[in-house]
């Protein structure tokens, strides 16, 4: 009786130990594959959670601000930019969807024309108001919000029909970050 019950006791444990590798070396493996290199992003217009001038915003001229990146790693054929606000009443709001800028830009000059597709081939989807291009700042009287601008270097060009939403762009990138960049800025109804 005494040797069943050690024999059992052993089986469990190399059971157990043997589990417990497996699950750390899953663990392992799964941590080094969503690793994407992290790259700098800047703005003349403001620093990183500082707050976003008024010219930039509905209260303002309406502006995209200018947006500068680096550190973008090896192999980078595109990228693609999105800037939306967490803190909206209704959920987040969409207020800039941007993809297939050319691997050679290192950035995006201010006031970008609100066109589907600029003359270096760079593509402007839908804002969460359903218009093309840069939407800025509007939130209601209150607290002010976060206004998150985040870049990624993908690997490919984006072939997406019809309009592009960011969660269309979000599902069409999938799987082809190479690295990724943000810079948040704060707004408050003046």
């Known amino acids: ?20 590798s497996q699950q750390r070396s899953y663990a392992d493996t799964s941590a080094t594959m ?13 620093k990183n959670d500082e707050s976003i001038p008024q ?3 509905c209260q303002g001229d309406n502006l995209s601000p200018a947006l500068s990146w680096g550190n973008t790693p090896n192999g980078t054929n595109s990228y693609a930019l999105v800037c939306e606000d967490p803190d909206a009443p209704h959920g987040t709001f969409i207020h800039w969807v ?11 000059g201010e006031n970008i024309p609100k066109k589907n597709v600029l003359p270096n081939g760079t593509r402007q989807g839908k804002n969460g108001a ?3 291009g840069y939407s800025g700042p509007c939130p209601p009287a209150g607290k002010a919000h976060r206004y998150y601008f985040r870049l ?22 999938e799987g082809h ?9 704060t707004y408050q109804r003046q």
Do not use: W
């Open 98 to 108: 941007v993809y297939n800028i050319p691997a050679g830009e290192h950035g995006l």
């Open 1 to 20: 009786m005494i040797l069943k019950s050690t024999l059992f006791l052993i089986l469990i444990l190399s059971g157990a130990c043997k589990m417990n």
């Open 152 to 173: 990624y270097a993908l690997d490919s060009h984006i072939n997406i029909a019809g309009d592009v939403t960011r969660d269309k762009l979000m599902s069409a990138i």
């Open 177 to 185: 970050v190479l690295g990724e960049g943000e810079i948040m800025g």
């Open 55 to 57: 010219r930039y915003s």
């Open 34 to 46: 969503v690793m994407a290199q992290t790259m700098t992003m800047t703005s003349n217009a403001f």
């Open 130 to 132: 359903g218009q093309t």
